[in-house]
Protein backbone atom coordinates (compact mmCIF):
# COMPACT_ATOMS: atom_id res chain seq x y z
CA UNK A 1 0.00 0.00 0.00
CA UNK A 2 1.18 3.89 -0.57
CA UNK A 3 1.38 6.38 2.27
CA UNK A 4 2.17 9.83 2.05
CA UNK A 5 3.07 11.40 5.93
CA UNK A 6 3.70 15.17 6.26
CA UNK A 7 3.95 14.95 10.31
CA UNK A 8 3.85 18.53 10.74
CA UNK A 9 -0.05 19.67 10.51
CA UNK A 10 0.23 23.52 10.99
CA UNK A 11 3.54 25.66 11.16
CA UNK A 12 4.05 29.39 11.74
CA UNK A 13 6.91 31.80 11.24
CA UNK A 14 8.10 35.30 10.60
CA UNK A 15 8.03 36.55 7.35
CA UNK A 16 11.85 36.34 5.94
CA UNK A 17 12.22 33.58 8.02
CA UNK A 18 13.14 29.96 6.10
CA UNK A 19 11.29 27.27 6.76
CA UNK A 20 11.16 23.49 5.87
CA UNK A 21 8.19 21.37 5.23
CA UNK A 22 8.40 17.44 5.43
CA UNK A 23 7.07 14.57 3.72
CA UNK A 24 7.95 10.77 4.11
CA UNK A 25 6.47 8.22 1.70
CA UNK A 26 5.82 4.68 1.47
CA UNK A 27 5.37 2.26 -1.64
CA UNK A 28 7.00 -1.05 -2.50
CA UNK A 29 7.15 0.13 -6.24
CA UNK A 30 10.63 0.87 -7.57
CA UNK A 31 9.51 3.46 -9.82
CA UNK A 32 6.74 6.01 -8.77
CA UNK A 33 6.74 10.09 -9.11
CA UNK A 34 6.58 12.78 -6.17
CA UNK A 35 4.63 16.09 -6.06
CA UNK A 36 4.27 19.15 -4.23
CA UNK A 37 1.40 21.34 -4.59
CA UNK A 38 0.06 24.64 -2.52
CA UNK A 39 -3.69 25.16 -1.93
CA UNK A 40 -4.18 29.30 -0.75
CA UNK A 41 -8.09 29.87 0.75
CA UNK A 42 -9.66 29.77 -2.46
CA UNK A 43 -8.93 26.11 -2.68
CA UNK A 44 -7.18 25.47 -6.10
CA UNK A 45 -4.25 23.31 -5.54
CA UNK A 46 -2.11 24.62 -7.91
CA UNK A 47 1.29 22.72 -8.78
CA UNK A 48 4.92 23.25 -7.84
CA UNK A 49 7.07 20.41 -8.89
CA UNK A 50 7.03 17.00 -10.01
CA UNK A 51 10.47 14.51 -9.54
CA UNK A 52 10.58 11.01 -10.46
CA UNK A 53 12.17 8.40 -8.57
CA UNK A 54 15.49 8.02 -10.92
CA UNK A 55 16.32 11.59 -10.09
CA UNK A 56 17.68 12.18 -6.72
CA UNK A 57 19.19 15.47 -7.99
CA UNK A 58 17.84 18.49 -5.28
CA UNK A 59 15.91 21.46 -7.50
CA UNK A 60 15.94 25.20 -6.38
CA UNK A 61 13.27 27.59 -8.02
CA UNK A 62 13.49 30.87 -6.92
CA UNK A 63 12.75 31.02 -3.53
CA UNK A 64 11.61 27.08 -3.24
CA UNK A 65 14.09 24.29 -3.19
CA UNK A 66 13.37 20.52 -2.85
CA UNK A 67 15.59 17.66 -1.12
CA UNK A 68 14.85 13.90 -2.25
CA UNK A 69 16.25 11.15 -0.82
CA UNK A 70 15.28 7.41 -1.69
CA UNK A 71 17.54 5.99 1.58
CA UNK A 72 15.11 8.09 4.12
CA UNK A 73 11.95 7.85 1.80
CA UNK A 74 11.36 11.57 2.17
CA UNK A 75 11.10 14.51 -0.45
CA UNK A 76 10.90 18.19 2.11
CA UNK A 77 10.20 21.22 0.67
CA UNK A 78 12.24 24.58 1.46
CA UNK A 79 10.72 28.00 1.41
CA UNK A 80 13.53 30.65 1.64
CA UNK A 81 12.81 33.97 3.26
CA UNK A 82 9.66 33.21 3.63
CA UNK A 83 6.45 36.15 2.86
CA UNK A 84 2.90 36.13 3.24
CA UNK A 85 1.89 35.30 0.37
CA UNK A 86 3.67 31.67 1.01
CA UNK A 87 1.11 31.29 3.49
CA UNK A 88 -1.45 28.27 1.82
CA UNK A 89 -1.65 24.28 3.11
CA UNK A 90 1.20 22.55 1.21
CA UNK A 91 0.53 18.78 0.13
CA UNK A 92 3.20 16.41 -1.05
CA UNK A 93 1.76 13.58 -3.31
CA UNK A 94 2.83 9.92 -4.66
CA UNK A 95 1.75 8.56 -7.52
CA UNK A 96 2.82 5.22 -9.87
CA UNK A 97 4.13 4.58 -12.64
CA UNK A 98 1.81 2.48 -13.64
CA UNK A 99 -1.81 3.95 -11.68
CA UNK A 100 -2.96 5.95 -14.24
CA UNK A 101 -3.31 9.76 -12.73
CA UNK A 102 -4.44 8.46 -8.51
CA UNK A 103 -2.63 10.51 -6.39
CA UNK A 104 -1.67 9.62 -2.95
CA UNK A 105 -1.77 12.76 -0.89
CA UNK A 106 -0.52 13.37 2.74
CA UNK A 107 -2.64 15.28 4.88
CA UNK A 108 -0.69 18.85 3.85
CA UNK A 109 0.80 21.25 6.38
CA UNK A 110 -0.62 24.46 7.19
CA UNK A 111 1.67 27.54 6.85
CA UNK A 112 1.30 30.81 7.94
CA UNK A 113 3.31 33.49 7.59
CA UNK A 114 3.15 36.66 10.46
CA UNK A 115 4.67 39.68 8.63
CA UNK B 1 -5.55 28.87 -22.43
CA UNK B 2 -8.34 28.06 -19.69
CA UNK B 3 -7.58 26.30 -16.61
CA UNK B 4 -9.78 23.50 -15.19
CA UNK B 5 -13.32 24.79 -14.74
CA UNK B 6 -15.84 23.37 -12.18
CA UNK B 7 -19.59 24.03 -12.05
CA UNK B 8 -21.18 25.01 -9.33
CA UNK B 9 -18.49 26.37 -7.21
CA UNK B 10 -21.43 25.53 -4.07
CA UNK B 11 -24.00 23.31 -3.46
CA UNK B 12 -26.41 22.79 -0.85
CA UNK B 13 -28.22 19.53 -0.86
CA UNK B 14 -30.47 17.40 1.99
CA UNK B 15 -29.89 13.82 2.25
CA UNK B 16 -31.01 11.39 0.18
CA UNK B 17 -31.10 13.76 -2.51
CA UNK B 18 -28.58 13.10 -5.40
CA UNK B 19 -26.09 15.99 -7.19
CA UNK B 20 -23.86 15.91 -9.93
CA UNK B 21 -20.96 17.68 -10.45
CA UNK B 22 -19.29 18.83 -13.50
CA UNK B 23 -15.88 19.72 -14.92
CA UNK B 24 -14.65 21.22 -17.89
CA UNK B 25 -10.97 19.94 -18.09
CA UNK B 26 -8.27 22.05 -19.75
CA UNK B 27 -8.49 22.17 -23.65
CA UNK B 28 -6.61 19.14 -24.97
CA UNK B 29 -6.20 17.04 -21.76
CA UNK B 30 -8.06 13.69 -22.15
CA UNK B 31 -7.70 12.69 -18.47
CA UNK B 32 -10.17 14.17 -15.84
CA UNK B 33 -10.04 12.55 -12.39
CA UNK B 34 -11.72 13.58 -9.36
CA UNK B 35 -11.08 13.64 -5.46
CA UNK B 36 -13.24 14.04 -2.30
CA UNK B 37 -11.32 16.34 0.45
CA UNK B 38 -12.66 16.70 3.71
CA UNK B 39 -10.87 17.70 6.80
CA UNK B 40 -11.02 14.16 8.58
CA UNK B 41 -9.71 11.93 5.78
CA UNK B 42 -8.31 14.76 3.75
CA UNK B 43 -7.90 14.19 -0.09
CA UNK B 44 -8.91 11.55 -1.29
CA UNK B 45 -8.68 9.62 -4.81
CA UNK B 46 -12.82 8.78 -6.42
CA UNK B 47 -11.89 7.84 -9.84
CA UNK B 48 -10.20 8.95 -13.61
CA UNK B 49 -11.46 9.20 -16.86
CA UNK B 50 -9.79 8.56 -19.90
CA UNK B 51 -11.23 8.68 -23.34
CA UNK B 52 -14.78 8.01 -21.78
CA UNK B 53 -13.50 4.97 -19.79
CA UNK B 54 -13.07 4.89 -15.91
CA UNK B 55 -9.25 4.16 -16.28
CA UNK B 56 -9.08 3.87 -12.15
CA UNK B 57 -11.34 3.68 -9.18
CA UNK B 58 -10.47 4.74 -5.81
CA UNK B 59 -12.03 3.25 -2.05
CA UNK B 60 -15.82 4.55 -2.33
CA UNK B 61 -19.14 3.23 -2.35
CA UNK B 62 -20.96 2.79 -5.44
CA UNK B 63 -23.23 5.45 -4.70
CA UNK B 64 -20.88 7.60 -6.54
CA UNK B 65 -20.13 7.55 -10.13
CA UNK B 66 -19.22 9.52 -12.89
CA UNK B 67 -18.79 9.39 -16.50
CA UNK B 68 -16.90 11.51 -19.18
CA UNK B 69 -17.90 12.79 -23.01
CA UNK B 70 -16.48 12.71 -25.87
CA UNK B 71 -15.19 16.45 -25.23
CA UNK B 72 -13.37 15.21 -22.07
CA UNK B 73 -15.83 17.38 -20.03
CA UNK B 74 -16.88 15.00 -17.38
CA UNK B 75 -19.34 14.87 -14.73
CA UNK B 76 -19.47 12.96 -11.00
CA UNK B 77 -22.76 11.86 -9.54
CA UNK B 78 -23.62 11.10 -5.81
CA UNK B 79 -26.78 9.04 -4.86
CA UNK B 80 -28.41 8.94 -1.76
CA UNK B 81 -26.80 11.59 -0.08
CA UNK B 82 -25.43 11.50 3.47
CA UNK B 83 -24.39 13.89 6.07
CA UNK B 84 -20.49 12.22 5.63
CA UNK B 85 -20.74 13.49 1.80
CA UNK B 86 -20.18 17.17 3.12
CA UNK B 87 -16.83 18.12 1.47
CA UNK B 88 -14.93 19.53 -1.37
CA UNK B 89 -14.76 17.87 -4.28
CA UNK B 90 -11.95 18.78 -6.49
CA UNK B 91 -11.14 17.79 -10.43
CA UNK B 92 -7.92 17.85 -11.91
CA UNK B 93 -7.02 17.11 -15.45
CA UNK B 94 -3.90 16.16 -17.26
CA UNK B 95 -2.74 16.13 -20.98
CA UNK B 96 -1.53 12.67 -21.96
CA UNK B 97 -2.34 8.48 -21.50
CA UNK B 98 -0.16 7.02 -19.25
CA UNK B 99 1.00 4.01 -21.57
CA UNK B 100 2.07 0.67 -19.45
CA UNK B 101 5.54 1.15 -18.48
CA UNK B 102 6.38 4.16 -19.18
CA UNK B 103 7.79 6.63 -16.79
CA UNK B 104 6.14 9.33 -18.14
CA UNK B 105 3.48 10.94 -15.71
CA UNK B 106 1.42 13.77 -16.36
CA UNK B 107 1.06 16.83 -14.00
CA UNK B 108 -2.55 17.33 -12.97
CA UNK B 109 -3.90 20.45 -12.89
CA UNK B 110 -6.53 21.53 -10.47
CA UNK B 111 -10.02 23.25 -10.49
CA UNK B 112 -11.03 25.91 -7.64
CA UNK B 113 -13.18 23.00 -6.82
CA UNK B 114 -17.25 22.44 -5.65
CA UNK B 115 -17.76 22.76 -2.40
CA UNK B 116 -20.95 20.44 -1.24
CA UNK B 117 -22.85 20.78 1.74
CA UNK B 118 -25.46 18.05 3.11
CA UNK B 119 -28.04 19.03 5.48
Known amino acids: AQKVTQAQTEISVVEKEDVTLDCVYETRDTTYYLFWYKQPPSGELVFLIR??????QNEISGRYSWNFQKSTSSFNFTITASQVVDSAVYFC????????????FGTGTSLTVIP | KAGVTQTPRYLIKTRGQQVTLSCSPI?????VSWYQQTPGQGLQFLFEYFSETQRNKGNFPGRFSGRQFSNSRSEMNVSTLELGDSALYLC??????????????????FGAGTRLSVL
Open chain 2, 27 to 31: SGHRS
Open chain 1, 51 to 56: RNSFDE
Open chain 1, 93 to 104: ALSLTNTGNQFY
Open chain 2, 92 to 109: ASSHNALAGGTLAKNIQY
